[in-house]
Every structure is written in C-alpha cells, then in structure tokens.
C-alpha cells in the first residue's frame, strides 16, 4: 500500500502526459479524417487518390511501425528533428484520422440523398449543404462509431512508452523498477485507464442523448 | 417562364426523355401525368438540373440553365421545387427549416427571415408549429412546410413532384389546398401528379407523358373528356 501511495505521484503525473497527448491528438485526429474524408468524396480524381492511399497505408501497417517511422526514421534524415512527444501526437492522430476519415466517409454516404437534393434546389451550393444539412446530421449518427474509435486512441497511447515518453504505462515501469511491486503498480495503471475510458463514454452517452433526433 | 428545347435525357444507353419541347407560360399551372417510369419526373427534376440534361435546352426565365456560364445555385433560387418525400431537415426545427436558404444564400437578416416564414406558415396553417421538429408532423403537416420552406425564397416558380403520393388519403386534400390556393394566387406552377381530380380542376395545361414524349397536350377538359391519343386513353381508362 505504501509503494503504491509512494508511486502515485508519478503515475498522476503520468495519467497527465497521457491525457495531454491523447486530446490534442484525437483533435488533429478528426480534423485530418474530415479532411481526408471529404477528398475520398471529391469529385476530382486525384484528391481522391490522395486520400485512398493515405487510409491504405495507415490501415495497413502496425501503429508500432508507424511510431518508429515517425520518430526513428524521419528524425534520421538531417532536415527533420522533432522530440518525442511530437512524434508520439502525430502517430496517434495520424492513425486516428485514417480510421475517422473511414468513418466519416461511412457517415455521409449513408445520408438520404433527398437531403441533398433539397439543399440543391434552395440555391444552397454543395459546400453549405455539407456544413449546415450533411454533416451535422453524418455526426450525430456517427457519434458511438466516433467514441469506439477515441477508445482505440487512447490505449494506442500507451505504446508511446516505447520511445520513452513519460506517459502512464512509460511511469509505471518507472515505478515497478524503484518498488518491485508489479502486480499493485500495474493494477493502478489499468484501474487509471479503465476510469479514463469509462469517462469517455459517459461522455459520449451523454452527447449522444443532447443530440439526439427527436 | 420556361422554355424547353428538344430535351433528352439518358442513363448510359437508356433513354427516358425523347426529345422534349414545350412552354410553360408565366402564372400558368401545367400537371404532368403519365405512368410511373414514363419519365414525368426525370422530365420535371431536369428543370432545375437536378438530374443532368443529355441535350438540348432549358430555359428559365430568359436563362439557359445548361448553359456553362450559368449559374446554377442563382437560378434555383428563384425555382422552388417540392418532393413526395419532403426532404425537410430533420436536425433543425420547422422555423429554421425555413429561414435556412433565405438567410445563407441571400442574406436576408434572420428577423427578417422569420417574419417571412411565419406568415408563410400562416398560410399554410401551421404557425403554431415553428418550434416542432420535421420528426413531430404528420406527413400533410410536412408536405406543407416544404411548401412553405420553397415559397421562402419568393420563386417565380414551383416544381412539385408527385407532392402527395407520400400521403395518407386524408393527408392529401390540405395540402392540395394549399397548391390550390397558390394557383389562384398566380404562382407559376409545373406539377407532376396522380390526382386527376387536382390536374382537372386546378391546372391550365396537362401534359401526358408516355415512353419519354409528351404524348399529348391539352386543357384538361379537353384531354380528360376526349383524349386524342390511344395512349393516353389507355392510361386515362386505367385512372379515371
């Protein structure tokens, strides 16, 4: 118990860095999917090119690599130097926006196209019929997809340890090498993520009921 | 008001409209009647070029509509058109479903707006229902605020496509109604329908579309009386 109370500090403190990165990379997560989803829709061909092979090649390698890419491999080259974090932030949002672009793809396909037809024949041209009629009802529909793939995120997250960025699980180990009590440590460590988790979902339950169609 | 010139329209070798001509006059009321898959809303969804048009030309108002130069948002604005299955926006209330195009394509102030499409909903008797939601009205309730969301946008003209097919039976006389009251009213109207009661009485021209051509053309007293065509004797001894 006092191990435990003795390495709480730490995790906190790591539970922080987690929580940092995982929102400013969920944000640019998003954004990037929006984008990249409104090019796989574009009607220009190589837009659309562009975003096939940006989702293809997320989706097809292993996050791990990616991290080691981004952070190993590009800071290899002499033009390129960026500190950990920041290659942690853009693997996970990277990877996140291959996944959100997919989703919002999904999302506004599956709009009734009598929605857009009625836009068209006010005089709304096709991008305010995106902004004030498409997406935010894609959104609403997308929502629980949304939160399933934030889930995904933020364990995602715990592999930034690898490269040594001091987030939760980068502090746990940190703890179990100073205390030997892996069992309690670890066991914090998961509590601390399942009551992150749990947060989100409230979260997203509770927008999910503030949004909903009536 | 509308000119149509030798329109065609095809999806790949298929070919639903044939060589189409003919003028819609400025406070006329033309209904469309024909058999479903005769091409009658192809035909009427082309005025507005919500179905691209294969060749020849549309005129709206002195606009060639197919033309390159023109712009297309500019001209539906002033053509308002209403669907058999509404297509109200189901995130926004009756009011704002309203006040939407006036206000993102012209600008109007929402004061403004809302003044406007609360008298439109006057009359089309469902002020009372600005705050609801399309998901809270019967389906008459909100075939006549589509109607009202059109009228908005003060368009010299109205495109309905088959506006009560979605109905229930007694659904149907309000907002036939309402059509009918903007009839008197002036508004020039192109009207694709399966009452023939509404065609009869209300509209100045019917036109009987069949297999992609106007088949034939005429007053409706006239053509639902003493109909020339074999076709469309056909069609009217199946309907009447």
């Known amino acids: 118990m006092e191990a435990i109370m003795n390495a709480l500090p730490y995790l906190l403190e790591g539970l922080k860095v987690t929580i940092y990165i995982f929102v400013i990379a969920i944000i640019l997560g998003f954004i990037i999917g929006l984008i990249m989803a409104l090019l796989r829709l574009s009607p220009i061909r190589?837009?659309?090119?562009?975003?096939?092979?940006?989702?293809d090649a997320i989706r097809g390698t292993p996050i791990l690599v990616q991290l080691f890419f981004f952070y190993f491999g590009l800071n290899s080259l002499e033009f390129i130097s960026f500190d950990r974090t920041t290659a942690g932030i853009i693997t996970v949002a990277i990877n996140a926006g291959a996944y959100f672009a997919e989703i919002i793809r999904a999302g506004i396909q599956s709009m009734d196209k009598g929605q857009t037809e009625a836009a068209r024949s006010l005089g709304l041209t096709g991008t305010q019929n995106m902004r004030y009629i498409i997406l935010p009802q894609a959104f609403r529909r997308m929502l629980p997809t949304f939160t399933n793939q934030a889930i995904i995120s933020l364990k995602d997250t715990s592999l930034?340890?690898?490269?040594?960025?001091?987030?939760?699980?980068?502090?746990?180990?940190?703890?179990?090498?100073?205390?030997?009590?892996?069992?309690?440590?670890?066991?914090?460590?998961?509590?601390?993520?399942?009551?992150?988790?749990?947060?989100?979902?409230?979260?997203?339950?509770?927008?999910e009921r503030r949004f909903e169609l009536r | 008001m509308i000119d149509v010139r030798n329109l065609k329209k095809s999806y790949g070798k298929l070919e639903v409209l044939k060589d189409i001509s003919v003028e819609i006059k400025e406070k006329e009321v033309v209904c469309v009647i024909g058999a479903s898959g005769s091409g009658k809303s192809t035909f009427l969804r082309c005025l507005n070029r919500l179905e691209e048009i294969?060749?020849?030309?549309?005129?709206?108002?002195?606009?060639?509509?197919?033309?390159?130069?023109?712009?297309?948002?500019?001209?539906?604005?002033?053509?308002?058109?209403?669907?058999?299955?509404?297509?109200?926006?189901?995130?926004?209330?009756?009011?704002?479903?309203?006040?939407?195009?006036?206000?993102?394509?012209?600008?109007?102030?929402?004061?403004?707006?809302?003044?406007?499409?609360?008298?439109?909903?006057d009359k089309v008797g469902l002020k009372e229902k600005a705050g609801s939601y399309p998901g809270e009205l019967s389906g008459g309730q909100k075939q006549r605020v589509a109607i009202a969301r059109a009228l908005a946008m003060n368009p010299k003209v109205m495109l309905f496509d088959e506006p009560t097919s979605a109905l229930d039976p007694e659904m149907v006389g309000?907002?036939?109604?309402?059509?009918?009251?903007?009839?008197?009213?002036?508004?020039?109207?192109?009207?694709?329908?399966?009452?023939m009661g509404f065609a009869r009485e209300v509209s100045d021209r019917v036109l009987?579309?069949?297999?992609?051509?106007?088949?034939?053309?005429?007053?409706?007293?006239?053509?639902?009386?003493?109909?020339?065509?074999?076709?469309?004797?056909?069609f009217l001894s199946k309907v009447l």
Do not use: C
């Open chain 1, 46 to 55: 190589a837009l659309n090119w562009i975003a096939k092979i940006f989702i």
């Open chain 2, 54 to 121: 294969t060749d020849g030309q549309v005129i709206i108002d002195g606009q060639d509509i197919t033309a390159k130069e023109a712009n297309i948002n500019k001209i539906r604005q002033e053509v308002g058109m209403v669907f058999q299955q509404f297509n109200l926006f189901p995130h926004k209330t009756v009011l704002e479903n309203i006040i939407l195009a006036p206000m993102k394509t012209r600008g109007t102030p929402k004061t403004e707006a809302t003044n406007k499409a609360m008298e439109l909903l």
């Open chain 2, 208 to 234: 009987f579309i069949d297999e992609g051509v106007i088949a034939e053309q005429n007053v409706p007293s006239e053509l639902f009386t003493n109909p020339r065509n074999k076709r469309t004797q056909a």
């Open chain 1, 160 to 207: 930034l340890s690898v490269i040594g960025i001091a987030d939760l699980t980068q502090q746990g180990q940190i703890a179990i090498a100073a205390t030997f009590k892996a069992f309690e440590i670890w066991l914090v460590v998961g509590i601390m993520y399942f009551l992150l988790i749990y947060l989100l979902s409230l979260l997203s339950s509770f927008l």
């Open chain 2, 174 to 195: 309000d907002v036939l109604e309402v059509m009918k009251q903007l009839a008197q009213e002036g508004m020039t109207m192109v009207v694709v329908t399966h009452e």
